[in-house]
Structures are given as C-alpha cells and as structure tokens.
C-alpha cells in the first residue's frame, strides 16, 4: 500500500469518490446522476484511500438507529458505499479502509454496523456476519393471477400520491410504524437517498385504517411485450413496502393484486415469514425464487449489544467471542433471560465476532452454527440452553436499501 494515504474525505472530493464508487459498481456518474445523489452523499463519515491527490478507494457510513430484539434501538452505522478502484485492488487498502471505519464507528459511540454486500465472499474478514435474510415473491403468471382470501383481513382505503406528496407523507408514516428486529430508523440523509432512487421512479401508494395512515408501497411496472406475446401483461415491482399490522397488509397486497393490465407482482426483499402466501386463494399462485443475504451485521460494542437485546427463557450460558480486530470486545460474557455481562467462568461455547452477529438479532439459531462448524463448543448441553435464549419468535428483518 506503499504511496496511498488513508484519511478521512476532504468536503469539496465527494464527486471524486462517488466516482470511484460509480466505477467499481460498473456506473457511470454523469452531471445529472451526481445532481440527485449529492445530498446523500457528504464527506462526513466517509474515508479516502489517496493516491496522487486523488481518491482511489472510498468507505461511507451513516448514522441511523437498530431495532434489536426486545424492542431496543441501537446507536448504528449503515455502511453505504465501499469501494477501491480496479487498479488499486489486492494491495490491503480495502481492509485498511475498513479498519480505518470500523475504529471511527466505535469512536462515535455506534454499537453495530450493517450492510448490504455487493459479494458475500468481502465482509466476513472485518467481523460482518449475516444477520438479516430476505425472501423474493413473485404472485401470478404462470400459475395464473393471484387474490386473497375472502376471509383474509379486510384492510381498509388505498390511495396513489404524487411524487410531492410522497416526499412529504412517507417520513412520518415510516417512523411511526412498528419494526422488528433487524428494521432500521430512515433519517433524512436516507430520505435524500430515497428521492433520488426510489420516490421519484415508483408509484406511492397509502394504506388508510380506521386510525388513520398505517402502511405503504412503493412499485414500479415493467413492461414484458414481446413480439411473439403482444398482449402480455405487464410485471408489477414492488420496491418497498411496510404496514402496522395484518390488514393494513392485506389493504396493500389487494390493491396491488387488482392493478389493471398487470400479469405478475414481483415482490424480491420479503421477511422470511411474510404471510402474504397464506393469504391467497390459490397457494400455487405464489412461488418463493430465492432467499438471499440481506443484512450483514458487525458488533461494535459487544458488552453492550449484549446488554441491551432481550433473551428467551432459560439456564445461563457463558460465551468466549474472539474479536481479532476490535480486541476489547474480545472475553467471556454470561448470558441469562434478564441480560449479559462480562465473566471469569468457564465458557460452554466460543464464538467468532461474525457467527456472534449471525445469532444476534434471532435469524441464526446455536445449533445451526455449531452443527455448521462457525462455533465451537465445549460442552454439548449448553447448545440447547443457548438456543433457546437466543431464538426468536419474529424472524428479524430490515427491509430498508441502503
């Protein structure tokens, strides 16, 4: 790495960086891209890889809030963007940019950080496990048009807004919604984000109950005309979509389902537990095509993160977490339904950093890990005990792009 300088982003090298992002993401970043991205992408909290007086590797967060078991929410860092550009790669300055993050996270009093991975091969060297996963819908053709049930929840009003009208309500509604474990706080750098990927390409629709605005989607359509099928209906993309309860999500799937001159909804980026298909009349009208990584999850703090989820019910179990490049969180915690703190005992499991965030937020269970090689254990009676503190009744997810 001999002749690059790691430091943070100087204000006034954001388009440089975004460049370099832009690149590696095969993108190219004209005037009119970096004019809707500029408000989501400041200096702040990014670092540079330097070369020349130019940035050659770029590594950005944000500061948003993580909802943990239990309801808590933890002070986090949504990491944005990575990136080192072709000629640069395999000289050490991704991990140097990463370490180089990962201490000014801590500095900022963040707990957790998480991600979205371009490849799931990067991030697991830095402490990053996988602590979030996703389904991906798709209702319809071939299997013929789907609907729900007569005796699915009935929902209430569904109104379209315009793109003004988007950028003003769905802030609010968003931060006054539930979320379960994994979901995020969208802030309005996100928001920013938001305006320039997402309000402005899909369709905003509202999902109005008897106390008013409990759920929303965002969609696009995209055509599916061929010459050989003229009259193909179009593929109804669902980018985002959340709702206080059950019929607030029925409300939304209805209206979305009876869109005119649509043959099929994709829905990618769905909980694991979505009860979407057991609303439908046909089950067959929906198939599962993939379950992916969503959200990949680094322990900051481990005493804390640990101290402030909630656990299940069950017998202590004392837990050694090795945490090469964080080392303070390295040591032996006791884990008990009422919380955890740091020990002298002997541990009955030892645990990486990254199989540590795999467990955390409940989309993992002990037994998985273990049986998969990712814990070591050194008495088999605990694994049962440690699943059942650390299992959840929800599976986690986030549900938010970043």
């Known amino acids: 790495m001999t002749g ?191 305006r320039a990927r997402l309000i402005g390409d899909h369709v905003a629709v509202v999902h109005t109950g008897p106390d008013g605005d409990d759920g929303f989607a965002l969609y696009r359509t995209v055509d599916q005309r061929t010459f050989d099928q003229p009259n193909l209906g179009a593929a109804l993309v669902v980018a985002d979509l959340h709702a206080a309860d059950a019929h607030a999500l029925a409300g939304l799937w209805r209206f979305l389902l009876r869109v005119d001159l649509v043959a099929e909804v994709r829905a990618p980026g769905r909980p694991l537990d979505d009860p979407v298909p057991l609303m439908l009349t046909d089950p067959r009208t929906c198939r599962v095509t993939g379950v992916d990584d969503q959200c990949w999850l680094r322990l900051i703090d481990v005493p804390a993160a640990l101290a402030a989820r909630a656990w299940g019910p069950g017998a202590p179990v004392v837990v050694e977490v090795d945490d090469p490049l964080l080392t303070r969180n390295s040591g032996r915690y006791r884990i008990t339904p009422d919380g955890a703190c740091r020990t002298d005992a002997e541990p009955g499991l030892r645990i990486p950093v990254d199989a540590l965030a795999m467990l955390y937020l409940g989309d993992r269970t002990v037994s998985e890990l273990a049986a998969a090689g990712r814990i070591e254990v050194s008495d088999p009676e605990v694994v049962p005990r440690a699943d059942a503190l650390v299992g959840a009744v929800v599976s986690p997810w986030c549900g938010t792009p970043f």
């Open 4 to 194: 690059v300088e790691i430091r943070p982003l100087a204000p006034g090298e954001e388009r440089a960086a975004f460049e370099v992002l832009g690149r590696a993401l095969h993108t190219t970043v004209t005037d009119d891209l970096w004019a809707r991205r500029a408000d989501s992408f400041p200096a702040e909290r990014r670092f540079a890889a330097v070369s020349g007086g130019q940035p050659v590797g770029v590594a950005g967060s944000f500061a948003t809030r993580l909802t943990v078991p239990g309801g808590t929410t933890l002070p986090a860092a949504a990491v944005d963007g990575v990136a080192v550009r072709a000629d640069h790669t395999r000289r050490g300055i991704l991990t140097a940019l990463m370490g180089a993050q990962l201490r000014d996270c801590a500095d900022r009093g963040d707990v957790v950080a998480l991600l979205h991975a371009s490849e799931a091969t990067i991030y697991g060297r830095f402490g990053y496990g996988v602590a979030t996963r996703s389904q991906a819908l798709r209702l319809g053709a071939p299997g013929g048009r789907a609907a729900l049930r007569p005796d699915a929840p009935a929902g209430g009003a569904v109104r379209m807004l315009s793109t003004d009208a988007a950028q003003e309500v769905l802030p609010g509604l968003y931060a006054a919604l539930p979320r379960r474990a994994g979901g995020i706080e969208r802030t309005p750098l996100w928001w920013a984000y938001a």
